[in-house]
């Protein structure tokens, strides 16, 4: 399953609405992948929302070192073909978060996803939440 922002802040944040759904999720998952744009994206997310930066930061590093979840690095390749993927779909409106996560996805033959973010369905993958 790849972990994605919206679905990690749902996992953490037990005052968003799919918490309970995120948290079975996430623990019935044999395998885990992010990217660490993710986990920047993560971050910033948590900020936004006023969640309290110790415990988004503390969080943030938890999941570099938890042994079920594997982060890609973001190479300068995997960017670039990112960026390729946006200028070849101006019609939508995905994030360069997003194309990095579903080429990795697609890569990892990985079709569901912990997030709320209409853009994986968009896409061919199967939101969780």
């Known amino acids: 399953?790849?972990?994605?922002?919206?679905g990690l802040l749902c996992y953490l944040h037990r005052d968003e609405p799919q918490y309970?759904?995120?948290?079975?999720?996430?623990?019935?998952?044999?395998?885990?992948?992010?990217?660490?744009y993710?986990?920047?994206?993560?971050?910033?997310?948590?900020?936004?929302?006023?969640?309290?930066?110790?415990?988004a930061l503390s969080f943030a590093s938890e999941l570099l070192d938890h042994p079920d979840v594997e982060v890609i690095w973001v190479t300068q390749p995997l960017?670039?073909?990112?960026?390729?993927?946006l200028t070849t779909q101006l019609d939508k409106t995905y994030s360069l978060c997003d194309a990095i996560s579903f080429l990795v996805m697609r890569e990892r033959s990985?079709?569901?996803?912990l997030t709320t973010d209409r853009h994986f369905a968009q896409a061919g993958f199967r939101a969780m939440l």
């Open 79 to 85: 960017h670039r073909a990112a960026r390729h993927l």
């Open 110 to 113: 990985t079709i569901d996803a």
């Open 20 to 36: 309970a759904e995120a948290v079975a999720h996430f623990d019935a998952s044999q395998s885990k992948l992010t990217h660490n």
């Open 1 to 6: 399953m790849f972990l994605d922002t919206s």
């Open 38 to 55: 993710v986990i920047a994206e993560f971050v910033a997310l948590a900020s936004a929302r006023r969640f309290p930066r110790v415990a």
